[in-house]
């Protein structure tokens, strides 16, 4: 597998506009191709990077499904279809390609879309020198193993009390089972002002965080969000676009 780079936190905070800006400066900068996993049940993150996912693990999974059970892929195991019908689901971009996994469209264990993900994962991630996997909020993609070691795992949050202790948590509840990253980052979004938060040094000792960047409220992201704008269409110049080159090349990518 190639680099991993897995983003979570507090819902509400921007973790999926964080991964759209990193696959995206990742590719200006010549790491490419990438592979852009969206593990979040309510996948938009295809709309932050101006394409469109039509199938995702959880719809193929329902198909599959139906169609073994109408006998229309006789002579091929439920397993075999479903790896093709995930295979189709992958949308292919220039310097990237993005698999969704969805929501479950129909009554069943959610774990066993999620195995099929780490499954494919875990096959089609080799031909990939980069991934960033934006999961949903909280620990749960990786707490299920989905990818089995992460070199740089990033925590985002805004910068309210709330947050923080959101930081924490999840920080003490990686240990506690035991997830495996090379690096942790914590990114504290959408901060008003310039100075950066005096409370710093103390999330740093107790996270140990290999790092911590702030990145500004910024009026355009709004601004794109609110009309649908996809990321790609960021000026270089735009202050949250050159947070992220900043933290790539604290990262040495």
Avoid: W
């Avoid at 921007?14 to 592979?35: D, E, F, H, N, Y």
């Avoid at 008003?192 to 355009?220: C, H, M, W």
């Amino acid at each position: 597998m190639g680099y991993l780079i897995a983003i979570t936190g507090k819902g509400g905070t921007g973790k999926t506009t964080i991964a759209g800006l990193i696959v995206l400066r990742m590719i200006a900068r010549g790491c490419s191709p990438v592979l852009a996993v969206d593990a979040d049940p309510n996948t938009c993150l295809d709309a932050a990077l101006g394409v469109q996912v039509k199938k995702t693990i959880g719809s193929v999974r329902e198909e599959a499904k139906e169609a073994a059970g109408q006998g229309i892929a006789s002579g091929i195991s439920k397993q075999r279809l479903l790896e093709l019908k995930i295979a189709e689901s992958l949308v292919e971009a220039k310097d990237f390609d993005l698999i969704a996994m969805g929501r479950p469209e129909g009554p069943g264990c959610y774990c066993y879309a999620n195995n099929i993900l780490k499954s494919i994962l875990s096959e089609i991630s080799s031909q990939y020198p980069y991934i960033v996997l934006d999961n949903e909020a909280g620990l749960e993609n990786l707490s299920r193993r989905i990818v089995q070691t992460v070199d740089l795992m990033i925590i985002v949050t805004d910068p309210s009390k709330r947050g923080l202790e959101t930081v924490y948590r999840l920080h003490k509840l990686a240990k506690e089972i035991s997830i495996v990253y090379g690096k942790l980052g914590i990114i504290i979004n959408r901060l008003r002002g310039r100075e950066f938060p005096t409370y710093v040094s103390d999330l740093i000792n107790r996270t140990k965080a290999d790092y911590v960047f702030s990145i500004p409220d910024d009026e355009q992201l709004v601004e794109f969000a609110e009309n649908g704008i996809d990321l790609m269409s960021l000026p270089q110049e735009n202050k949250v676009v050159s947070m992220i080159d900043k933290l790539l090349n604290e990262i040495r990518l």
